[in-house]
Nanobody, 124 residues
Framework: DVQLQASGGGEMTAGGSLRLSCAVSGISVNDYDIAWFRQAPGKERDGISCISSSSGRTHYPESMKNRFTISTDIALNTVYLQIDDLAPEDTAIYYC?????????????????WGRGTLVTVSS
């Protein structure tokens, strides 16, 4: 079974940095596309970034290009999301997701496997 577990969330102060982790089991993060999404209260789920580790290719929507960095540790089969210069609008549940194939479709519906999410709360 494919399982993902996001962790690293918590209560943060604006201007700080945070690194979220997504531990993956059942598949290798080196073989498929792994993505991070977030969902703020009362809003839709938004894509943050996606990585294909074997090629090194990353994707960020235009609005996420400046403060977010996705990376992987193949040995630990873990994907990370670095968030810099945190702001209150970053308050959301952050999810990692994986799809067992390559694609240029970055919508949430293109990812069949999801972790439970980790809550990030940023105060000003």
């Amino acid at each position: 079974d494919v399982q993902l577990q996001a962790s690293g969330g918590g209560e943060m102060t604006a201007g700080g940095s945070l690194r979220l982790s997504c531990a993956v089991s059942g598949i290798s993060v080196n073989d498929y596309d792994i993505a991070w999404f977030r969902q703020a209260p009362g809003k839709e789920r938004d894509g943050i970034s996606c990585i294909s580790s074997s090629s090194g290719r990353t994707h960020y929507p235009e609005s996420m290009k400046n403060r977010f960095t996705i990376s992987t540790d193949i040995a630990l089969n873990t994907v990370y999301l670095q968030i810099d210069d945190l702001a209150p609008e970053d308050t959301a549940i952050y999810y990692c997701a994986v799809r067992p194939y390559r694609s240029n479709n970055y919508a949430s519906t293109a990812f069949p496997y999801w972790g439970r999410g980790t809550l990030v709360t940023v105060s000003s």
